[in-house]
């Protein structure tokens, strides 16, 4: 008997609701800014060898709007899950790419992750308390060739000199992504150390949908200054996000951070193939965790981050370890 389905409802039952506010919860100031955010993962990024493997690549470009530019209709949706909340929308388009361990087999070893790319365009909307961020995040896109991965991989190795993967005429064909996400993020404070601030930042998170069903826990911890001009780096998803939306505090702000995540998997379509696409599958692992630690600096109306993650196997016959890779983000407001 598969018992993992049965995990993730029992996961996700026994979360407390998203939807609960804390007592006496004020607001930020509003924000007239936007924000543009580039952001690029890499396993290239890791202290392990081989590096070009897994989850080898994420691109993301995303535009957030100042506080206030939401629907009437989804403002009224936010109310109704957050209660008061300085809300704004955010859309971003994002690129996924994933290779076995062996990119030089013609024909992919049939027990390794399979080729794959996802290409998708998100749109979410983003409710702000003084210690809250709620997101809710609707994903639309394909998976197989129509992402491009292929072709940004080759194109990429060629710049850099670097022989193709030999194994892309097998990846994953072409399947609909239809993915809903809702997180919360606290900012909790704590005491200061000579001079410095000190936070925790607890999230939850569930997504549901064709590409990836699965619930997220996890904490991070920051020392800095200036801790309250956001809720943690952005990441693509899955993984820890405090999101692109930042509202600097002081003329320069800036904190180091650790933290860890926890997901119950119940499907990945990059990885599954039964009940929503065929092709080359392999066994999945239902529990994965996660390990990030990094620094942030906000100054002049940009934000910069740079995370190192260590992920635990997400199918039983990865090898290598823990997979690593970095991520960095660019965020600039104007």
Known sequence: MNLRPLAFLAAIFALPPLTCTAVAQGLPAPDPAGIWTLQEENSAISITAPRDRYYVNGMRVGYTTPTGQVPDFLTDVGKQLWGPAQMRMA???????????????????????????????????????????????????????????????????????????????HQVTNEPIVNILHERTWRLPMSAVGGMETDALPSLAMSLGTLRDYVQTGVVFRIGQGLDSDFGVPRVRPGLSGGDAFQPTRDFSWYVFAGADGQVVAYDMTLNAYPFRGGPHVSST???????????????????????????????AQTGGLHQFGSASLSYRF
């Open 286 to 316: 239902w529990d994965i965790a996660e390990l990030q630690g990094g620094l942030a600096i906000m100054a002049y109306g940009m934000r910069f981050t740079f995370a190192y993650v260590a992920q635990t196997p997400e199918f039983h």
């Open 91 to 169: 859309f971003d388009v994002t690129q996924m790419i994933f290779t076995p361990s062996d990119t030089n087999l013609a024909v992919p070893n049939p027990y390794d992750r399979p080729y794959a790319g996802a290409l998708m365009g998100n749109i979410a909307m983003i409710g702000d308390s003084e210690d809250t961020r709620s997101v809710l995040m609707l994903s639309l896109g394909v998976l197989g060739p129509g992402s491009g991965a292929e072709q940004t991989q080759n194109w990429w190795h060629s710049v850099i000199g670097q022989a193709k993967d030999q194994g892309w005429p």
